[in-house]
């Protein structure tokens, strides 16, 4: 049995986009974020293309160091001290380079962001009413409190936060973790953003309340037609959640496609990789595989694919010239061995 | 993956704490004064004990600082001063260093009620600001250098002490350190070889930060009349005759001015060491 | 804290003790070895013809009851000195206290704001000089150019020569003269107060601007200064009420930590702008070797600073409330 068809069934999928809703929300075009360090120029991302479209949850996985991370801070402009290249347009809007008076108005009202550490991402000196107080009022200068308070309970409601009045004047630390986490999401929805970037949401979470809050994350999706872009190295999650995965590697995208495709029919070899290394219940493995080798490091990058020192099927060519993305049945994989299968593949198909 | 371990935005190839923009103001200006005191004697311009001029004729190009009340030169007497306020602060340094090293160490590494007794008595020395309890000791023991020398001590130690037993505390939970224990060597070898050399870098950067503040202290027991007393060249002995004779300035300006040189020097060194060290005070 | 206070009349009595053949002239001075009367009755008040466990006994009684000796030159009590003395001082180093923390936080936030730019270095660098500016010759150069040369302030003393000080509530000349409805006293009262306090403040400004540039950088690293940004709060938000609010708690501790050193920095500054404090107190009795006098003080020191620790230990918890609420 493949991953696709071992899963439990999603009921609860997205359904698939209206046609004519098709125009990306957040469209990357060609992104390059460079750091000037100590020992050099490092390159986390090097040229990544991705498309998110409006009301569909989109994965993007990758090992740490991949960029995947880096990716979404710049294009909201929360890095510091990065070169920041390409393009990243929200509806047609030129992100890059935008100066910050005009970021500030998107960020948190039209694409929003959640990180992974809900300890550390609440001020333990201010209420959670305070705090989402302040996001509202970030956006809408003049709410008065009462109005503030009221939307707040509101919000803290949505996110299934029980008795939330009480808990608008709780601290943070009065708080576990998954409600930290829920009031994070609070805050991030609270000005009906179109897009909703989760980075790592649950990684810093138990098992049981990671469950809980992906199924928060969906059904927020479905109420406000949310884009979800989940940020993730856990496939387990993106498996029962997502729509749409972008597969990346070393700061590029190495493989894209609807999520049944690439589980059942993985392209690159990286992806194969990441999917063998899922542990399953249905089937007997003597020995947990692993991908050999580390990952590459952004201050030096082998010449050509920068997969190739640890795959398996790495030829000669793949140290000569990066690959691209290319057709490999109905994903897009930037392999040169596995598209160049999959293309003979069709050929000979009946 | 927000937590990142981004690569730091600047790149700067990064030299020693010791060497970085203040630091090095500071640390050439406490070698120059060094040498100055060292060697003043080879090329003094003046005698700074007898008369070289008029009296109290403000500074000209004979008398870059002018002369006081009794016709001494100003400018020399102000870098003389260098060789008593200087090795006063090296000494009240290094004493306090030893007695607050072999007290901390003590508590920290013997525990038990030797540490609660110990530090019950730093607590309590603490408690008193400086000053004053330098004060109190000096008037007791009578003024003079000698006197405010051991009252200075008195009062400094324990900032080192507990330094110390911090580090000690901290170092010996470390693992080669049981490790040694376990193998049954004698406890004062562990403490001499192991616990002591890692523990003293943070002694080093304090000890840098605090010259500065005890050359303070000095001049200001002298000012008062309890340290260094006239006709010393003590900067602080200078600031009291200075006071006397208000309306010429000169004869405060140059000691004033010789003392912030110092202390500046010093605590450009100690920020930086601390800003590179990031220690937190753990004594304060 | 009653053990600390316990410790310090000891170690004060030690100090006392151990640096004199005979305690009498402690306690009574040189002048009056020779006065049968004053030596007998200290001898009984003191306990001194008796052992030395039995001086302290008595020492550590009289302290209870406030008794600290007679000061030879005032020839009253030191309690009633030190009171008398002691709004001067206060006063003193409240506005010197209010003004290094103000000037300090706005140099500290600056510098953190503007990090690694000529801002920074400048606001560092006035601060470095409060910490390595000798407080009393400070003074004397500021009497010299702004009061000789100048004439902007008024010279030394707390008020001007030959007038009358306002009937004393409080003690402060600034609120007493309010509360006297005498506007022109009060602003002659603050005119004075301005130099030295200044002075005095600088110093604070030293201790105060590096901590909290150093509090705020840690802040500014801290996630959730990042997910206010990332949520699209404004920078002024994002430091003033985020970052602020955090950076300021161990500034409450530095402010107990700044008044033990306002202390000191009274002794010398009193001195120079002839306050009539408690710092000059302690100048004259060390200069005319009145020791009960000096006792006193260094006992009142020890017993300010503990006071003030304590009462900042309690409005940090207050403030902070992971503590309060635990």
Excluded at chain 3, 46 to 66: A, C, E, T
Excluded at chain 3, 166 to 176: A, Q, R, S
Aim: aromatic share 8%; glycine share 8%; hydrophobic share 50%.
């Amino acid at each position: 049995m493949t991953a696709a068809e071992a899963r439990v069934d999603r009921v609860d999928r997205v359904d698939p986009v209206d046609p004519v809703d098709r125009e990306p929300v957040l469209q990357v075009r060609d992104l390059h974020v460079t750091f000037s360090t100590g020992a050099g120029d490092a390159r986390a991302v090097r040229g990544v293309d991705l498309d998110v479209f409006p009301g569909e949850a989109l994965a993007v996985v990758g090992e740490s160091g991949s960029g995947k991370s880096v990716t979404m801070l710049a294009l909201l402009g929360l890095l510091r001290g990065a070169r920041v290249t390409g393009s990243a347009r929200y509806r047609g809007t030129e992100l890059v380079g935008m100066d910050v008076a005009r970021l500030r108005q998107i960020r948190g009202a039209k694409v929003s962001m959640i990180f992974q550490d809900p300890m550390t991402s609440l001020n333990p000196v201010l209420t959670i009413g305070k705090q989402l107080g302040l996001v509202m009022r970030a956006h809408e200068p003049g709410m008065p409190k009462r109005i503030a308070r009221a939307r707040a309970i509101e919000l803290l409601d949505q996110v299934a936060i029980s008795q939330a009045a009480r808990r608008c004047d709780s601290y943070p630390h009065e708080l576990s973790g998954g409600m930290r986490q829920r009031v994070m999401i609070a805050m991030a929805i609270a000005n009906n953003p179109e897009v909703l970037i989760a980075d790592e949401p649950t990684t810093a979470l138990d098992v049981t309340v990671q469950a809980q809050i992906m199924e928060l994350l969906r059904d927020l999706q479905h109420e406000h037609h949310l884009a979800l872009v989940l940020i993730t190295h856990d496939l387990g999650v993106v498996a029962g959640s997502t729509d749409r995965v972008a597969v990346m590697y070393a700061g590029r995208v190495v493989e894209t496609g609807a999520v049944d495709p690439l589980f059942g029919h993985p392209g690159h070899p990286y992806t194969r990789g990441l999917l063998a290394c899922l542990p399953r219940l249905d089937e007997r493995h003597d020995i947990q595989s692993s991908i050999p080798g580390i990952p590459t490091s952004p201050l030096s990058l082998p010449p050509g694919c920068p997969f190739a020192p640890r795959c398996s099927y790495a030829e000669a060519a793949c140290t000569d010239a990066e690959p691209a993305l290319a057709p490999h049945h109905q994903t897009l994989a930037a392999c040169f061995v596995t598209t160049r299968v999959a293309a003979d593949q069709e050929v000979t198909a009946p | 993956m927000s937590t990142i371990a981004l690569p730091a935005p600047r790149a700067r190839r990064r030299r020693p704490p010791w060497l970085r923009g203040g630091a090095l103001i500071g640390v050439i200006s406490v070698l120059v004064w060094a040498i100055v005191a060292l060697t003043l004697p080879l090329w003094t311009p003046f005698d700074p004990t007898a008369p070289a001029g008029p009296r109290l004729m403000s500074p000209s190009w004979d008398h870059l600082m002018g002369t006081d009340a009794l016709g001494r030169d100003v400018f020399t007497r102000a870098l003389w001063g260098s060789r008593t306020s200087l090795p006063i602060a090296l000494i009240v340094i290094v004493f306090s260093v030893i007695l607050g090293t072999i007290v901390g160490a003590a508590a920290g590494f013997l525990g038990g009620w030797i540490d609660a007794v110990l530090m019950r008595f730093v607590d309590i020395t603490m408690a008193f600001p400086p000053i004053l309890l330098a004060m109190a000791i000096t008037s007791s023991l009578g003024p003079g250098v000698r006197n405010a020398l051991i009252a200075m001590v008195l009062v400094w130690w324990p900032i080192y002490a507990r330094l110390l037993r911090a580090q000690v505390i901290a170092v010996r939970q470390r693992e080669y350190v049981e490790s040694a224990e376990a193998i049954g060597a004698p406890r004062f070898l562990i403490l001499r070889r192991y616990v002591l050399p890692m523990a003293y870098t943070p002694v080093l950067v304090n000890a840098t930060m605090d010259f500065g503040q005890v050359v303070l202290l000095t001049a200001s027991l002298s000012f008062i009349g309890l340290g260094a007393r006239p006709p010393s060249a003590e900067w602080g002995a200078m600031i009291t005759e200075g006071a006397v004779s208000f309306y010429d300035w000169w004869i405060a300006a140059a000691p004033g001015i010789a003392i912030i040189l110092v202390v500046l020097a010093f605590n450009f060194i100690g920020d930086a060491l601390r800003d590179s060290f990031d220690v937190k005070e753990i004594a304060r | 804290m009653p053990f600390l206070l316990l410790g310090i009349a000891t170690i004060v009595f030690i100090v006392s003790r151990l640096t004199h053949a005979n305690p009498l002239v402690s306690i009574v001075g040189e002048r009056n070895l020779n006065n049968e009367t004053i030596v007998n009755a200290a001898k009984r008040r003191w306990g001194l013809d008796q052992s030395v466990p039995v001086h302290y006994v008595k020492y550590m009684q009289n302290l209870l009851r406030g008794d600290m000796g007679t000061s030879f030159t005032t020839r009253r009590p030191v309690l009633s000195d030190l009171w008398d003395r002691l709004p001067a001082t206060l006063e003193l180093t409240f506005v010197a206290l209010f003004i290094g923390v103000v000037i300090g936080v706005g140099l500290g936030v600056l510098a953190a704001r503007k990090r690694n730019t000529i801002i920074d270095h400048a606001a560092r660098f006035i601060a470095l000089m409060g910490s390595s500016l000798p407080a009393f010759w400070a003074g004397l150069i500021v009497l010299y150019v702004f009061y000789s040369k100048l004439g902007w302030f008024p010279g030394p003393g707390r008020l001007d020569p030959r007038t009358t000080a306002p009937d004393k509530i409080t003690g402060f000349f600034t609120v007493d003269s309010l509360l006297h409805g005498d506007f022109a006293l009060f602003r002659q009262s603050v005119g004075h107060l301005i130099m030295p306090a200044s002075i005095l403040g600088w110093g604070v400004v030293g201790i105060v601007t590096r901590l909290v540039r150093a509090s705020l950088l840690d802040e500014f690293s801290m996630e959730y200064v990042r997910v206010a940004r990332a949520m699209g709060l404004r920078e002024r938000t994002v430091v003033n009420t985020h970052a602020m609010r955090n950076a300021l708690l161990p500034t409450i501790t530095i402010v107990a930590f700044a008044f033990a050193f306002l202390i000191t920095g009274a002794v010398l500054t009193e001195t120079v702008f002839s306050w009539p404090g408690v710092g000059s107190y302690a100048v004259e009795a060390s200069r005319k070797l009145d020791f009960p006098a000096i006792i006193g003080v260094t006992i009142l020191g020890g017993v300010a600073f503990l006071v003030t620790n304590l009462i900042s230990d309690v409005a940090y918890a207050i403030a902070d409330p992971r503590i309060r609420l635990s």
